[in-house]
């Protein structure tokens, strides 16, 4: 699934490092070229909402139920990055 545009990261690899990016894991490179992605790339949200990053986040700690603290740090995240990187103003 992609939207089509043309990424410095392609989709497939923008959401490999998802949920590093939310645990605050990936490097700092690898940190901006997600961001960027995220803000320039609404599929990827859509089909990886954020339901399924919480699961395959409590999948990784190994918890068997989704804390709601989770789920607002990711929502939190996403919003975060949103707001960061402002309104898409290319392509
Ligand atoms: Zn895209
Ligand atoms: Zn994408």
Redesign the pocket.
């Known amino acids: 699934m992609?939207?089509g545009k043309h990424?410095d990261l392609d989709?497939g690899a923008?959401l490999d490092h998802l949920y590093e990016f939310l645990d605050g894991e990936t490097a700092p490179t690898d940190h901006d070229q997600i961001a960027q992605?995220l803000q320039e790339?609404g599929?990827?949200l859509q089909e990886y909402d954020v339901e399924r990053i919480v699961k395959a986040l409590v999948a990784r700690s190994c918890c068997e139920v989704a804390p709601a603290q989770l789920r607002s740090k990711v929502l939190a995240e996403l919003v975060s990055v949103r707001i960061r990187m402002g309104p898409a103003d290319r392509g």
Do not use: L, N, Q, V
Request: glycine content about 0%.
């Open positions: 992609s939207c990424h989709c923008a992605h790339c599929p990827c």
